[in-house]
């Protein structure tokens, strides 16, 4: 068996995540966090990775629900450490897997939150009014019809690379999970909102480059030391951006105008396989849970509309017993 130190495997497996299945960083740091809780854990007990039997995991997962963690952390958790030590079996650091037959926690389905075609538009439309200047309202404008209009994660959108938009204006390359690219149409607004930004932030890379100032490769440049706006600062944008479109903020993040762009296309009549695809998921699966969204709300205009519905008869009811007044 290979005899490296066990108090190593952490930085191991994540070099041969981010080497071999080109792992996002924000995946590798969830990891590497995980993976130190549970180390720590170990060195309370004067343990190490090497050492680990089943029921220690099992142990460490009882800590964790008295420590009042909520189920997806939990089964997050048991999901580094059956990573960590597949790994370890497939390099040899162990010759068994001890955590290969624990299940985790059942997680509760939750749906996503629905924001309804009126309160996309008003968050459009209330983006380009949105800034300090003309550069910030442009901008702004373009990166919500991009999100609407493709889909994207958050990090796939305030990461583009401008050269992805170069191309056929009509359609757009997207880096997704993994290094895996995917080409996704355009909508004819999303599209004039990107030419817009692009005009306007290229004439900004010139000025730099005639004052010998450092440039860009993203489309969404900023100081930060990732180069690009944040994840961080985004959210915070399109918070604000709610307020002013009148749409409760608690209902609008980057995700959920992303199961905006799922639900409604679902809705429109398009084929779950292409929103698969748009969406870069890898199992179909995970892109069935928009046809439990749509079924939901379908059941909820039917409960409020239909004439034999319990709902629709109490407001019937209410009418008529206000009109006899």
Not at 32 to 57: H, S
Not at 244 to 256: C, Q, R
Request: glycine share 6%; net charge positive.
């Amino acid at each position: 068996m290979n005899t490296r130190a066990p108090s190593s495997w952490i930085s191991m497996f994540l070099e041969a995540q981010a080497a071999e299945l080109g792992a996002a960083t924000n995946t590798l740091l969830a990891y590497g966090r995980d993976l130190k809780d549970f180390d720590g854990w170990l060195a309370r007990k004067n343990c190490t990775f090497d050492l680990v039997g089943r029921t220690d995991v099992e142990e460490y997962l009882v800590y964790c629900d008295a420590q009042g963690l909520a189920k997806s952390t939990r089964a997050r958790r048991l999901s580094a450490v059956k990573q960590l030590y597949r790994f370890a079996f497939e390099e040899g650091l162990r010759s068994d897997n001890p955590a290969i037959q624990i299940t985790g926690p059942g997680l509760d389905k939750k749906l996503p939150k629905v924001l309804s075609v009126e309160e996309v538009d008003r968050l459009l439309s209330a983006a380009r009014s949105f800034g300090r200047n003309d550069k910030d309202r442009v901008r702004n404008t373009c990166l919500m019809e991009l999100l609407y209009a493709t889909g994207m994660r958050v990090s796939e959108l305030v990461g583009l690379p401008v050269s992805a938009t170069r191309g056929d204006p009509r359609l757009l390359l997207i880096l997704g999970k993994g290094g895996k690219e995917r080409m996704v149409p355009l909508s004819p607004d999303a599209r004039d909102a990107m030419a817009l930004w692009i005009r306007m932030r290229d004439e900004n890379e010139a000025t730099r480059v005639a004052n010998k100032l450092p440039t860009s490769k993203f489309l969404f440049p900023s100081r930060a030391k990732e180069g690009h706006l944040t994840r961080h600062r985004f959210y915070l944008l399109i918070k604000e951006i709610s307020v002013v479109a009148g749409v409760d903020p608690s209902k609008v993040t980057p995700h959920t105008l992303r199961h905006a762009f799922a639900t409604h296309l679902l809705a429109g009549g398009a084929d779950l396989r292409a929103i698969q695809t748009m969406l870069g998921h890898a199992d179909i699966a995970t892109t069935e849970i928009y046809t439990h969204v749509l079924e939901e709300r379908l059941s909820e205009l039917v409960l409020e509309h239909h004439p034999l519905s319990e709902t629709a008869t109490r407001k019937s009811s209410g009418k008529t017993s206000s009109d006899g007044q």
